[in-house]
């Protein structure tokens, strides 16, 4: 049975951020990412419910992102970035810090094809939003719906993974998981396809993540798996 | 020439926001499709609002199995009827309408 989550939520106060983990749990998530500027504390997630604390980072340029990610990469589970210029969408492509990017559709930017070779080297993963989503449909905004599109062949050619989050600021906003997927066939992506970006891809980010703040994460490829005893040096 | 038979998708909703009529409801679907896939998609899907219980905010929708995802996208992409914020949440799909109520009906306390 697929496990869902939904990695991109991002309520306004704390009486939402619960009526919405109580949603997710309904609509059939067993995961959510708060994203906020402070990680969830003393939260009563509900039984079932796996709570995930994620950061969005607005940089201005790419230096600002850099001393962001200092700052914030071990306290966060999952770091995102909303990329608002070609150089931090290049400097959050190409950073391993950075688990996720995003693009705003009044940006006016995609996923190009020099992201997506930069992202596939350092295991970033590309995000689409919902909200972002149905409000280009409710407008018909074509050129923006091709630019979605773009980004998500992009991602597919170079074998970066592509997230699909609700982005929901509140519970109206969220939606079942196989109805997020559904809408994303509307951009000629397999349902298949659809369906893991809303379930084993983002999963694959949390698992990998979590393993790296445990304290077993050395470098990658090395992991500890024991203290002290010593080894017989004979 | 081969001909495959006519099958059918039956869809439960539930209906989260405020109070809504079947008749805009039953429109705000067929708009819904309509704006998503065109014409074409309306004559393929071939949606029909077979119930609508105003007190639970749960309906049935019948569709095409083929294009059942496009019946989810198009349920999905509705985010207000007649000015009014809503989100309709698919609960089952299934091939019979008896079955869909039965299912419903055992699982109306969680809902």
């Known amino acids: 049975?697929?496990?869902?989550?939904?990695?991109?939520?991002?309520?306004?106060?704390?009486?939402?951020?619960?009526?919405?983990?109580?949603?997710?749990?309904?609509?059939?998530?067993?995961?959510?990412?708060?994203?906020?500027?402070?990680?969830?504390?003393?939260?009563?997630?509900?039984?079932?419910?796996?709570?995930?604390?994620?950061?969005?980072?607005?940089?201005?340029?790419?230096?600002?992102?850099?001393?962001?990610?200092?700052?914030?990469?071990?306290?966060?589970?999952?770091?995102?970035?909303?990329?608002?210029?070609?150089?931090?969408?290049?400097?959050?492509?190409?950073?391993?810090?950075?688990?996720?990017?995003?693009?705003?559709?009044?940006?006016?930017?995609?996923?190009?094809?020099?992201?997506?070779?930069?992202?596939?080297?350092?295991?970033?993963?590309?995000?689409?939003?919902?909200?972002?989503?149905?409000?280009?449909?409710?407008?018909?905004?074509?050129?923006?719906?091709?630019?979605?599109?773009?980004?998500?062949?992009?991602?597919?050619?170079r074998g970066v993974p592509v997230i699909l989050s609700s982005g929901a600021s509140?519970?109206?906003?969220?939606?079942?998981?196989?109805?997020?997927?559904?809408?994303?066939?509307l951009l000629d992506i397999e349902l298949e396809d659809a369906v893991e970006m809303i379930s084993d891809n983002p999963w694959s980010i949390v698992e990998r993540n979590r393993r790296k703040l445990s304290g077993e994460y050395a470098a990658p490829g090395v992991r500890v798996i024991g203290q002290g005893g010593g080894v017989d040096a004979r | 020439m081969p001909?495959?038979?006519?099958?059918?998708r039956y869809l439960a909703f539930k209906v989260e926001g405020e109070t809504v009529k079947r008749r805009d409801l039953e429109e705000a679907i067929k708009g819904s499709v309509k704006r998503l896939y065109g014409l074409n998609g309306l004559w393929k899907l071939e949606p029909t609002l077979i119930d609508f219980d105003e007190h639970h905010r749960i309906g049935i929708v019948r569709c095409n199995h083929r294009w059942l995802p496009w019946m989810r996208a198009s349920l999905t992409a509705i985010t207000e009827v007649e000015g009014k914020p809503i989100a309709l949440h698919v609960?089952?799909?299934?091939?019979?309408?008896?079955?869909?109520?039965?299912?419903?009906?055992?699982?109306?306390?969680?809902i």
């Open chain 1, 170 to 185: 509140e519970p109206l906003e969220m939606r079942e998981p196989r109805g997020l997927a559904s809408l994303l066939t």
């Open chain 1, 1 to 157: 049975m697929r496990r869902f989550i939904d990695l991109h939520l991002r309520p306004r106060s704390r009486g939402e951020l619960e009526a919405m983990l109580g949603k997710a749990l309904w609509l059939g998530y067993r995961g959510v990412a708060v994203a906020g500027d402070q990680p969830p504390r003393n939260l009563e997630a509900p039984e079932g419910l796996d709570v995930i604390s994620r950061i969005d980072l607005k940089p201005n340029t790419a230096g600002a992102l850099k001393a962001s990610l200092r700052r914030v990469r071990r306290l966060y589970e999952v770091v995102a970035v909303e990329c608002r210029s070609k150089a931090v969408a290049r400097q959050a492509a190409r950073d391993h810090r950075v688990d996720v990017v995003y693009f705003p559709p009044d940006s006016g930017l995609w996923f190009d094809d020099a992201e997506a070779r930069l992202a596939a080297q350092s295991g970033c993963a590309y995000e689409i939003n919902l909200t972002e989503l149905l409000s280009l449909m409710r407008q018909s905004d074509a050129r923006g719906l091709r630019r979605v599109a773009e980004g998500i062949w992009n991602a597919y050619r």
């Open chain 2, 3 to 8: 001909v495959e038979a006519l099958r059918r």
């Open chain 2, 91 to 110: 609960l089952r799909v299934s091939g019979t309408l008896r079955a869909l109520r039965r299912k419903i009906k055992f699982g109306i306390k969680d």
